[in-house]
């Protein structure tokens, strides 16, 4: 694939908000010609499947202003700089549903924007759950849900649960439960 | 879901790169609080799913920066302001990959980036097709290559496909191709 691919001539932060960077970098591309190409910096997340005895998920509904409507999504959070994404996973877990699991499994890895983010989301089925606490983080408003996976993936087909790395989620759960992959 | 939401105070363009803007708004959240949401204003995509008469899908390999990878794809691209998905979903296929389909169904949207971004990407089985001429914009590279769909899910599996509009549009062609969905 090496012909195929672009060679960063510089690279540099033109975007610096409250929350996003902007990287604008030049790259020449297999004909020789310059182009420039922008992403957004993104430090990489973390997202769980958590599987309750009962066979039913934890999920959460939260409002994305970003896309200005509540969503269903697996918990699922920002790394830390330099953190290992199976710790990102387990305090996300734990504060957003108050869930505590013994069971980690990486799953996957997904880039949910290659147009325009590095982003990175590591996804985990997290198994042998214990309730604790829920602690939200500041401006952080979402409510904890219990559904049964094949509900789940009826709210997909009708179109109900759009975010991404959540129909990812409920996918892989699929082809697990089936027996399908492992 | 009204109590989860949070109600826009102010709104204002904070960035305008060479492709990518940012939104900066002021929301009051549930708790009667104020906070600042970042977002990045995207047109809207579409992407389809080519399935070729010999049972094999239509899919292309390209360079994407943003993630430094060659990246396993369906043909996709973004929507001219105002126009339709199905508009845009013809035009790619047909100028990425050189073909040109009779026969499209809408399958569903979804939204890739939900914390950080408004995109939608409408996604499109499209079928009965037949071969022209690929036509790429200045600047853009790609191979177009055929695959099996089960050898698109293993994969996906194996983690060598992590784009999420193409993982979900191959998970939604198994679902149709055992007749679990139509």
């Given at each position: 694939?090496?012909h195929?691919?672009?060679?960063?001539?510089?690279?540099?932060?033109?975007?610096?908000?409250?929350?996003?960077?902007?990287?604008?970098?030049?790259?020449?591309?297999?004909?020789?010609?310059?182009?420039?190409?922008?992403?957004?910096?993104?430090?990489?997340?973390?997202?769980?499947?958590?599987?309750?005895?009962?066979?039913?998920?934890?999920?959460?509904?939260?409002?994305?202003?970003?896309?200005k409507?509540?969503?269903?999504?697996?918990?699922?959070?920002?790394?830390?700089?330099?953190?290992?994404?199976?710790?990102?996973?387990?305090?996300?877990?734990?504060?957003?549903?108050g869930?505590?699991?013994?069971?980690?499994?990486?799953?996957?890895?997904?880039?949910?924007v290659?147009?325009?983010?590095?982003?990175?989301?590591?996804?985990?089925?997290?198994k042998?759950?214990?309730?604790?606490?829920?602690?939200?983080?500041?401006?952080?408003f979402?409510?904890?849900?219990?559904?049964?996976?094949?509900?789940?993936?009826?709210?997909?087909?009708?179109?109900?649960?759009t975010?991404?790395?959540?129909?990812?989620?409920?996918?892989?759960?699929?082809?697990?439960?089936?027996?399908?992959?492992?």
């Amino acid at each position: 694939m090496k012909h195929l691919e672009e060679k960063t001539i510089s690279s540099r932060q033109v975007f610096k908000g409250r929350f996003l960077k902007i990287e604008q970098d030049q790259v020449q591309a297999p004909n020789g010609k310059i182009y420039h190409r922008e992403y957004i910096l993104h430090p990489g997340a973390a997202m769980m499947i958590p599987l309750l005895p009962n066979g039913n998920v934890v999920m959460v509904h939260q409002y994305r202003h970003a896309v200005k409507q509540v969503m269903l999504e697996f918990p699922a959070g920002k790394r830390d700089r330099g953190e290992d994404s199976l710790v990102t996973a387990k305090r996300e877990l734990s504060e957003e549903t108050g869930y505590i699991a013994n069971d980690w499994k990486f799953l996957t890895a997904i880039h949910p924007v290659i147009g325009y983010s590095n982003e990175q989301i590591d996804l985990y089925l997290a198994k042998d759950l214990s309730k604790t606490q829920q602690q939200l983080d500041e401006g952080e408003f979402l409510e904890v849900i219990e559904i049964a996976p094949q509900e789940l993936m009826s709210l997909i087909q009708q179109g109900k649960v759009t975010d991404v790395k959540t129909q990812i989620g409920a996918f892989w759960l699929d082809k697990i439960l089936r027996g399908e992959w492992n």
